[in-house]
Each structure stands twice: as C-alpha cells, then as structure tokens.
C-alpha cells in the first residue's frame, strides 16, 4: 500500500508563507497521480494543486498564482509552496494519492485512494 506522510503545516501571518512536505512510500514513480487538497471547518474538502503522472501540474483557480507543487521525483517528496496566505487559507491539508478517470477530474477528492493524516495550516 501506498504511505503518505505530511508534514510542514503551522500559522503564518495573512501574506506570509508555508511550505509543506508529503512522504510517500510504497509505489513506484508514475504510478500514481499526487495531489494536495484542504478542508476548512464546515466545508468540503477540496482540490488544491495536484501532479499527474507525466508531471504536468495542475491548480485550483482560488490558489493560482499564489502556491506552487512540485514532485522530487527522487525522493518521492510531493512539496506545496503556500505564498501569499490569506485567512481563507485555513484549512487540514491532505496529500493523495490516485488514479483519477480524466485530466478533468484530477482535484477530485473521490478519485484518490490513499491519503496522509493531514497537517493544518492557519492564517491569521
């Protein structure tokens, strides 16, 4: 099974920035297509930037311009550079994994099979 561990979440000033960090084990590269989405109290969780397998990325309109993903495709480390935070940023990221059916669908949440414990982000 595939094992993703995040790490790097925390509080940032509204304009600050985060960086965070995803660990997976147990596939093999190109497999599978990566993903970061996030979850604010009382909302659903959305898709926020994700790498699909021939590592084009793609984003959300409401971070575009403002986050960066990336894949080292050497140590298997899917990284979001969070720039530019505002309070509407607050939220439990989750990095997935998954094999979502079209390029259209791939920040679903329902088309990504694993997932990491999450790590909150918080802007004030």
């Known amino acids: 099974d595939v094992q993703l561990v995040e790490s790097g979440g925390g509080s940032a000033q509204a304009g600050g920035s985060l960086r965070l960090s995803c660990v997976a084990s147990?596939?093999?590269?190109?497999?599978?297509?990566m993903g970061w989405f996030r979850q604010a109290p009382g909302k659903e969780r959305e898709g926020v930037a994700a790498?699909?397998?021939?590592?084009?990325?793609v984003y959300a309109d409401s971070i575009k311009g403002r986050f960066t993903v990336s894949l080292d495709q050497v140590k298997n480390i899917l990284v979001l550079q969070l720039n530019n935070l505002t309070p509407e940023d607050t939220a439990v990221y989750y990095c997935?994994?998954?094999?979502?059916?079209?390029?259209?669908?791939?920040?679903?949440?329902?088309?990504?099979?694993?997932w990491g414990q999450g790590t909150q982000v918080t802007v004030s």
């Open positions: 997935a994994a998954g094999h979502p059916k079209s390029l259209y669908r791939v920040l679903w949440s329902s088309d990504y099979q694993y």
């Open positions: 147990g596939y093999t590269y190109k497999t599978y297509c």
């Open positions: 790498v699909d397998i021939d590592n084009s990325t």
